[in-house]
């Protein structure tokens, strides 16, 4: 099983930029695809990023194409989400997740989850 903590949460004024980080330790990091969710106070959780084990394919939705971008590390077994141009609805804790198929949209395709980080952006 591996284990995921996520880092770089916290206050960022709109327009602003944001590093959210995600060490995994346990397992071959590079034998998992990852991705990044988020989740508002009395909203479901949804997918912001996925990427696959080489990094060589990404997914993103429309809310966030363009300002976000996932990477991976897999030589330091971590996991990045890079945000630019950050709206007050971007605000939400984010949650790294591993799994065995790229680009799941359900958080039950997921094994393993970090705690989450949170992220606010000021208007």
């Known amino acids: 099983q591996v284990h995921l903590r996520e880092s770089g949460g916290g206050l960022v004024q709109a327009e602003g930029s944001l590093r959210l980080s995600c060490e995994a330790s346990g397992g071959v990091f590079s034998n998992y695809a990852l991705a990044w969710f988020r989740q508002a106070p009395g909203k479901e959780r949804e997918l912001v990023a996925a990427?696959?084990?080489?990094?060589?394919?990404?997914y993103y939705p429309d809310f966030v194409k363009g300002r976000f971008t996932i990477s991976r590390d897999n030589a330091e077994s971590t996991l990045y989400l890079q945000m630019n141009s950050l709206k007050p609805e971007d605000t939400a804790v984010y949650y790294c997740?591993?799994?065995?198929?790229?680009?799941?949209?359900?958080?039950?395709?997921?094994?393993?989850w970090g705690q989450g980080t949170q992220v606010t952006v000021s208007s």
């Open positions: 997740a591993a799994g065995h198929r790229f680009g799941a949209l359900t958080k039950s395709d997921y094994i393993s």
């Open positions: 990427i696959s084990w080489a990094g060589g394919s990404t």
